[in-house]
């Protein structure tokens, strides 16, 4: 697990149009990083939704954000779209980037465990430390604690 202090992991991943973004293109930018399960879930709509409805405020105090799900760049596509979201949702196939963050893991759902993603967020300074990360974060608490971290 991260902590704060600690430098953020690069990473190059396929945004939802096909880009390919990376770690670095936000220096000298604060970044809310946050990985979650599945797109177009109920979760993680929430969340999503969350980040475009504080857009203004988080920009406003130069924040970027970007959501990581091992989702394919076309249904990260069609998500945005649906929801109208505006900012890059980027694709972790093989979630080798959610496993250097610390959020994918062991979970356990009716009584099944599995490995996934462990919603988690990350308020990254424009330095590419770690200023704040939150563990099984709830949906709504994402924007909230990065707001309160600034």
Known sequence: MLTSGDTAP???LEDQEGNTIKLDDFR?????LYFYPKADTS???KQACSIR???DELSGRGVA???ISPDKPDKQKKFDQKYGLGFPLLSDPDHSVADAYGAW???SMYGKTYEGIIRSSFLIDEEGKIVQAWYKVQPADTVPNALGAL
């Open 65 to 67: 954000a970007l959501g």
């Open 28 to 32: 000298g930018r604060k970044l809310l």
């Open 10 to 12: 690069a990473f190059q």
């Open 43 to 45: 979760g993680c709509t």
């Open 105 to 107: 893991g062991e979970k």
């Open 53 to 55: 409805d504080s857009w």
